[in-house]
């Protein structure tokens, strides 16, 4: 271009904009119209009419209708110079015509275009220097639709409009153009969701869940809308109605488009499994599948009620905002995620197979066509309800932002405790996740294309082949990255962490690395990198098919917890009862002056149980004081009791034990049953005790002993205890009591107990003393076998015979 024609493409805007125009109107409108009208009647397969078809039409006219054909075209395939020449075509008709809001209609249209091809935005008409083709694009609509405010197709199309890589620093004029024609023109249900999606993106949360409301009456997918108000209430700081959007969308997800995106929407957190079992739901029964969901997970990691979907959406913006794919202007960006949890890694090569929820080469996650692109992102279920009546062009796609791999990691696990990354040549990044008392969870990110366009995105297994100078900058920041390869690829430059400081790692009676070995003059060993992509590769599935947002505490109390589950004497009261002991060393106590002398130990005791298979959640939450004539120190135990009455079902459960000043613990069972009282033989939870351990419950009948550390003397007997229900007063019933070495499976018990019983009624409590002392210590796994009556039941449970 030279300068004089730049400075006119520089100027066109100013003349554009400096006095009011006409609406086009007239003999060339309607030709116009009719064009319109013809390609809107094209089919996905029917040709496209060839250029002849404009021979009628000269000068202005006649390269508007070049131009629209060359844009439909381009639609079906893309094609870099193809675009660029249709968009220059474009410019031209617009300085001809500047008063045609069609003109400026197609222009936009041509932008569209320009990008989907890969082609830089030149500065022209409402195209300003540096901005992007899709925010021309917009900006191009508003034009059109302030020559003629009444222009369905422009209006339709500024809603769908894909939202520019700029955000929200290029929609204002699209959010106040759209704000005054939803009170003005019949646009469709889909262009209402595209219009709660500018509000979404501009940081009106409250408007775009009024769009989307209204996009619901208009007829939009329901299930996609409430998908969206969801998110929206969340970053409102609405998490009550959020969640309830959130369940409720659940049920509305019969159509495929619908139930796709609560799919995906699901699958930033769920395993396989879990998506699995979604997929073989009814809609009808999503909503109580999906809120379990959320509920198992609270309970999980300790959480209150909606405290872990108020995270996990926290987390969602997040990653929005910093790990973004952000497709370069000068083309698409070729990525390939190992994000999704449906993914599968394959065995030999770590590498991602199978293309199920996987983020394909285009950008495009899950996409079988444009169309769908499109229909994913606005909630349209057909194309008619997307493009309005009589519209010429079908695809409004450009590319779909997705996140790359760190973005996802986010989502599932949030902040990594410490994260380290190079500076300068090859990008990677470690980031390290603490999760004592499990292993760490470590993971590495590289270049997607190593061409310094992409930063470090894709997860990776090792950063073992990168050179000794990359193996220091990461696995140097902290001990557990990868320990092993600092040893024999640590490099003498200084060490570059996000997170962990910067420092040398020599292990102690090691040797400081030499030169040659620092630099990479020494090599690592083939076993020790083969061991280090092996224990990669278990830590990105681990990474991308698992989530946690465990209660952290600074100091652990380290308690021994116990959950059975029992009735009450006679049947027919379930409850959940716990029994825990902490050790005195690791407590804080007080001596407050209405203590008399004696050291106080203020805990929160909290119980959080989800009831399996069904959207319930049974909750204690108190804070009890515990007195102790002395301080406890090393040896003693704080030992209590709580019961929590529930329905009959079996449920997981979590104990949260804590003291102010950051001390606390979080222990787990996966599940434990509480009886029912029904016609068929049952047991309860084996609940071992001892006499001497001051620790009882009351069952109403009789005081249970109890001994949460289930850690025996031999010389000490074992208090058995468990109840029966289901019986037939006055059968015989047999009982078979067995203790295994745990790691010996079920042959050769060390010690075997059988005796007989009648039953009295139909609800029996059972306290048996066992012997230890022909046990060697260890651990054992205890079975309790009863068959009679018709029924056969066991229950196990473990104990620790002690010297």
């Known amino acids: 271009m030279s300068r004089n024609s730049r400075l006119v493409a520089l100027l066109v805007p100013a003349v554009l904009l400096a006095s009011p125009l006409l609406a086009q109107g007239g003999a060339e409108r309607a030709t116009i119209d009719s064009l319109f009208t013809e390609l809107s009647l094209i089919g996905p397969t029917d040709p496209i009419p060839a250029d002849s078809r404009c021979t009628p039409h000269s000068g202005t006219l006649g390269r508007f209708c070049r131009a629209l054909l060359a844009v439909r075209r381009l639609e079906r395939e893309p094609n870099a110079d ?52 899709e925010a021309g694009a917009g900006l191009a609509l508003v034009s059109a639709l302030k020559l003629e405010p009444d222009f369905l197709h422009a209006a339709e199309a500024l809603a769908l409009a894909p939202i520019p890589r700029e955000g929200a620093s290029q929609l204002g004029e699209r959010r106040d153009e759209l704000r005054a024609l939803r009170h003005r023109l019949p646009i469709s249900a889909a262009a209402r969701m595209g219009v709660g999606v500018v509000e979404r993106e501009s940081g009106h949360p409250d408007t775009a869940v009024a769009m989307f409301r209204e996009a619901i009456e208009a007829g939009a997918d329901t299930g996609v809308a409430y998908l969206e108000i969801a998110r929206m209430q969340h970053k409102a700081n609405k998490a009550t109605e959020g969640r309830a959007s959130l369940i409720a969308g659940a049920a509305f997800t019969a159509s495929p488009y619908a139930n796709q995106r609560y799919r995906e929407e699901l699958s930033w957190v769920a395993s396989p499994q879990e998506l699995a079992e979604w997929d073989s739901l009814p809609p009808s029964e999503r909503s109580s599948w999906l809120d379990a969901f959320w509920i198992e997970r609270e309970v999980r990691d300790g959480r209150a009620p909606g405290e872990r979907m108020i995270e996990h959406y926290r987390r969602y913006e997040e990653a929005m905002k910093e790990f973004l794919i952000r497709v370069p202007q000068k083309g698409r960006q070729t990525f390939v995620s190992v994000a999704k949890a449906g993914d599968l890694l394959d065995e030999a090569s770590g590498d991602p197979v199978g293309r199920a929820g996987m983020t394909t080469r285009e950008g495009v996650p899950g996409a079988e066509s444009r169309e769908q692109v499109e229909q994913q992102r606005t909630g349209a279920s057909e194309w008619a309800s997307v493009v309005g009546p009589g519209a010429p062009f079908r695809d409004f796609a450009v590319t779909q932002d997705v996140l790359d791999d760190r973005g996802v990691i986010w989502i599932r696990h949030g902040k990594p405790t410490e994260r380290a990354m190079t500076a300068g040549g090859t990008a990677m990044e470690a980031w390290r996740y603490e999760r004592a008392p499990e292993e760490d969870l470590v993971l590495f990110f590289a270049e997607a294309d190593f061409d310094g366009t992409s930063g470090a995105s894709v997860l990776v297994p090792t950063p073992a082949a990168a050179g000794g100078r990359v193996i220091h900058q990461l696995c140097g920041a902290a001990r557990g990255m990868c320990d092993e390869l600092v040893r024999f690829g640590a490099s003498e430059g200084p060490v570059m962490s996000g997170m962990g400081g910067t420092r040398r790692v020599v292990r102690a009676g090691e040797e400081p690395p030499t030169p040659e070995r620092l630099s990479g003059g020494g090599q690592v060993p083939t076993n020790v990198i083969r061991a280090e992509r092996e224990r990669g590769r278990n830590n990105i599935v681990r990474g991308v098919t698992t989530d946690d947002h465990r209660r952290n505490f600074e100091t652990l109390l380290e308690p021994v917890v116990q959950i059975y589950g029992v009735d009450r004497a006679g049947g027919g009261d379930p409850r959940l009862l716990v029994s825990f002991a902490i050790p005195g060393e690791r ?45 406890l120190g090393a040896g003693q135990y704080l030992t209590a009791t709580f019961e929590l009455p529930v329905p009959p079902g079996t449920y997981s459960a979590t104990v949260v034990l804590s003291q102010q000043g950051g001390r606390g613990a979080l222990s787990r069972i996966a599940s434990v049953t509480a009886p029912a009282a029904g016609e068929r033989l049952s047991i309860s939870s084996l609940v071992l005790g001892s006499k ?112």
Do not use: C
């Not at 020449?85 to 320009?114: F, S």
């Open 587 to 631: 407590l804080a106590g007080t001596r407050p002056p209405a203590a008399g002398g004696r050291t106080v130990y203020p805990i929160r005791v909290q119980l959080m149980t989800r009831r399996h298979g069904r959207a319930e959640r049974y909750d204690v939450d108190t804070i009890r004081n515990f007195a102790s004539a002395q301080p």
């Open 82 to 133: 193809a675009a660029f020449n249709t968009e220059m075509a474009t410019r031209r008709i617009v300085q001809e015509k500047p008063d045609w809001a069609t003109a400026w209609y197609l222009m936009a249209m041509a932008r569209l275009q320009l990008t989907r091809s890969g082609v830089l935005a030149r500065e022209g008409p409402r195209q300003p220097l540096g901005v992007s083709a």
């Open 692 to 803: 001497s351990s001051g620790t009882g419950w009351n069952s109403g009948s009789q005081v249970v002993p109890l001994h949460p550390l289930n850690a025996f003397p031999k010389a000490t007997p074992a208090e058995l205890y468990y109840q029966l229900g289901g019986l037939s007063p006055g059968g015989e019933y047999r009982t078979r009591v067995e203790l295994f070495p745990v790691g010996k499976g079920d042959s050769g018990a060390a010690l075997t107990l059988s005796f007989t019983d009648a039953a009295s009624s139909r609800f029996a409590e059972v306290s048996r003393s066992i012997g230890l002392g022909n046990l060697d210590p260890g651990r054992y796994r205890i079975r309790v076998t009863v068959s009679g009556g018709g029924g056969n039941v066991a229950e196990e449970a473990f104990l620790t015979v002690v010297r």
